[in-house]
């Protein structure tokens, strides 16, 4: 991957972190990994436990950042959040899924967006 694409990317994800917390989301760590990949953001908001996915794009060549959380990524994602739940014993706790879609605009501005509750767990997955 290119150094400019990672750069644009964490640039993405550190307004993403300032949104957020402007929002009164706490974050809990960023860019947790693990064999299947990677969650760009945990956070709480209130008592719920957020697991955050941040899209960032320049232009709408590659269509837009929310068409980009594929189901196959959903059901990454939700099986990396009950591993994660799972490892630090926070199973009991009530936990969504949030998208974040930054857009450059004409001027080059981002316009961040945030869809709570983005998507469900499709399966029952065993924890």
Request: glycine letters at 4%.
């Amino acid at each position: 991957m290119r150094t400019d694409k990672i750069q644009f990317g964490r640039q993405g994800e550190d307004a993403a972190v300032s949104f957020l917390e402007k929002h009164g989301y706490q974050i809990i760590e960023r860019n947790f990994r693990n064999r299947l990949g990677e969650i760009d953001i945990i956070a709480r908001d209130r008592k719920t436990i957020c697991f955050v996915e941040v899209k960032t794009r320049s232009t709408r060549h590659q269509g837009s950042p929310l068409e980009a959380i594929t189901p196959l990524k959903q059901h990454k994602l939700s099986q990396m959040a009950l591993f994660y739940l799972k490892q630090k014993s926070l199973t009991d706790n009530s936990a969504r899924f949030d998208v974040i879609s930054i857009q450059l605009d004409a001027q080059g501005n981002q316009v961040i967006s945030l869809l709570k509750n983005a998507f469900d767990l499709s399966r029952t997955y065993n924890y």
